[in-house]
C-alpha cells in the first residue's frame, strides 16, 4: 500500500515537471486559429485539446461554445490552463478581424 501511495507521488512529480516545461515553451503562437462562420476554433496542433467561440448576441465579445471543448488527459497542462490561453488568443483574434471592441 505505501509503495502504490509512494508511486502516485511520483506520477504527479513527473507531471508537474512536465507541466513547468511545457509552460515554458507554451506560447498563444502555439494555437491553430479557423475561423468558420462566428465562430473561432482554437486547438494546440499534437493534443486533443480543441474549443470554439462564438460572438456574444450583442457583438462585444465572444464566449465559449457550449459543448464544443475537448480534453486531453495525456497532456502536460490543465484544461483550465488552456481554456485561458485559447480565450486570449481567441479575443485577440476576434478583435484583429473588426468583430469586437478592443478587450
Keep these: ?37 462566428d465562430d473561432i476554433i482554437v486547438n494546440v496542433p499534437g493534443t486533443r485539446f480543441t474549443i470554439t467561440f462564438q460572438r456574444t448576441p450583442d457583438k462585444t465579445g465572444i464566449e465559449e461554445k457550449h459543448a464544443w471543448a475537448r480534453d ?8 483550465t490552463e488552456f481554456r485561458t490561453q485559447a480565450w486570449e488568443a481567441a479575443s485577440k483574434h476576434a478583435y484583429a478581424l473588426g468583430w469586437i471592441p478592443r478587450f
Design 1 to 37: 500500500m505505501m509503495l502504490n501511495i509512494a508511486d502516485g507521488y511520483d506520477r504527479l512529480a513527473k507531471r508537474a515537471e512536465a507541466r513547468a516545461k511545457f509552460n515554458e515553451r507554451f506560447d498563444a503562437a502555439d494555437f491553430e486559429l479557423h475561423v468558420v462562420g
Design 72 to 79: 486531453d488527459m495525456n497532456s502536460p497542462f490543465s484544461m
